[in-house]
């Protein structure tokens, strides 16, 4: 994991980031704390693709089921209970 003090982006500047973000994203530091994940634009729209894609085969997967008959009828308090198996 690359990792940078955010003191040492504001004494050195962008370009400490830019030399990071050859290996992965970089994890800023702040407080002895992760505080913010900075990554290439190539990255973040892969990134942002797979997720859409991820949510695209979770709605179609959904929409199989329901038109299958595999869903089932109850209140979200209901579904939370059965979940948690809160009686």
């Known amino acids: 994991m690359n990792t940078i ?21 970089v994890h ?5 704390r992760p505080q913010y994940v900075v990554m290439s634009e190539d990255r973040y729209q892969s990134m942002m693709g797979d997720l859409n894609e ?7 997967a959904s929409l199989e089921e329901a038109v299958a008959g595999q869903s089932r009828r109850g209140t979200a308090d209901a ?3 059965e979940i948690y198996s809160i009686d």
């Open 5 to 25: 003090p955010a003191l040492e982006i504001k004494r050195r500047g962008i370009s400490i980031v830019d030399d990071q973000l050859e290996s992965g994203p």
């Open 28 to 32: 800023i530091i702040k407080n002895n």
């Open 54 to 60: 991820a949510w695209e085969l979770r709605i179609k």
């Open 79 to 81: 579904l939370i209970r």
